[in-house]
């Protein structure tokens, strides 16, 4: 029996950027909806010295040499919906009294998951722009800046991927406005069952080919 997946994030070369484990909550026609508790560890890429891509500028990123580093999620839990067809995930992210910070909109490309045995996953392609919505549902964009010096690189998206990507942000948004799911209150009151232990990263596994839609 499943009881986690792991969240992949690749880049348009292929390269592995982000490696979560989390929770399986549920699998239905909604999406495939996880856990990602305060604690949890995953491996997220950093340059061999230990910066973090922020840390350098977007022309220089290419050249630098990376690896996958163990971190661990602090902050916020993350209740995290994937909606198979859609080229997002919403994030419910909870203060650590549980109740509700913001939703979270990370476009990225449409969830592709997978299983090995064992083993299950979802894997993805960040698509830098994001959307930030408070309780009250005013919402703002996030990364715009990165989204955009990423047009026309041969690892990321063309002006007419980033015309699609906006467009899927715009009809995210319009869902916000609208209260429409996911943002009609629906796991707003979500608990995590306190028997729960923590996602855990596989020994070995996290790592094979990924996975297409």
Same mark, same amino acid.
């Given at each position: 029996?499943?009881?986690?997946?792991? $969240?992949?994030?690749?880049? !348009?070369?292929?390269?592995?950027?982000?490696?979560?484990?989390?929770?399986?909550?549920? /699998?239905?026609?909604?999406?495939? *909806?996880?856990?990602?508790?305060?604690?949890?560890?995953? *491996?997220?890429?950093?340059?061999?010295?230990?910066?973090?891509?922020?840390?350098?500028?977007?022309?220089?990123? /290419?050249?630098?040499? @990376?690896? %996958?580093?163990?971190?661990?999620?602090? !902050?916020?839990?993350? %209740?995290?919906?994937?909606?198979?067809? /859609?080229?997002?995930?919403?994030?419910?992210?909870?203060?650590?009294?549980?109740? %509700?910070?913001?939703? $979270?909109?990370?476009?990225?490309?449409? &969830?592709? &998951?997978?299983?090995?045995?064992? *083993? +299950?996953?979802?894997?993805?392609?960040?698509? +830098?722009?994001?959307?930030?919505?408070?309780?009250?549902?005013?919402?703002?964009?996030?990364?715009?800046?990165? $989204?955009?010096?990423?047009?026309? /690189?041969?690892? $990321? @998206?063309?002006?007419?991927?980033?015309?699609?990507?906006?467009?899927?942000?715009?009809?995210?948004?319009?869902?916000?406005?609208?209260?429409?799911?996911?943002?009609?209150?629906? @796991?707003?009151?979500?608990?995590?069952?306190?028997?729960?232990?923590?996602?855990?990263?596989? +020994?070995?596994?996290?790592?094979?080919?990924?996975?297409?839609?």
């Amino acid at each position: 029996m499943i009881d986690q997946v792991l $969240y992949r994030d690749f880049r !348009g070369d292929g390269s592995l950027v982000m490696v979560v484990p989390q929770r399986l909550v549920s /699998h239905d026609k909604r999406g495939i *909806l996880a856990w990602r508790p305060v604690g949890t560890p995953y *491996l997220f890429r950093r340059t061999l010295d230990g910066r973090d891509r922020r840390e350098i500028p977007f022309r220089e990123r /290419h050249t630098a040499q @990376w690896q %996958l580093a163990p971190m661990t999620w602090t !902050g916020l839990h993350v %209740l995290h919906l994937f909606r198979p067809d /859609h080229a997002h995930s919403v994030w419910w992210m909870f203060n650590p009294d549980f109740s %509700l910070n913001r939703w $979270y909109v990370n476009l990225e490309a449409p &969830p592709a &998951p997978w299983r090995d045995g064992d *083993l +299950a996953g979802i894997d993805t392609f960040d698509h +830098a722009l994001d959307i930030v919505v408070p309780p009250d549902r005013t919402w703002r964009w996030k990364d715009e800046d990165e $989204y955009q010096e990423r047009i026309g /690189h041969p690892a $990321y @998206w063309s002006e007419d991927g980033a015309k699609e990507i906006r467009a899927e942000g715009e009809r995210v948004v319009a869902d916000i406005e609208a209260g429409r799911f996911p943002f009609d209150g629906m @796991w707003t009151d979500f608990r995590p069952d306190p028997a729960w232990p923590l996602p855990e990263l596989p +020994a070995s596994g996290w790592d094979r080919p990924r996975s297409r839609l």
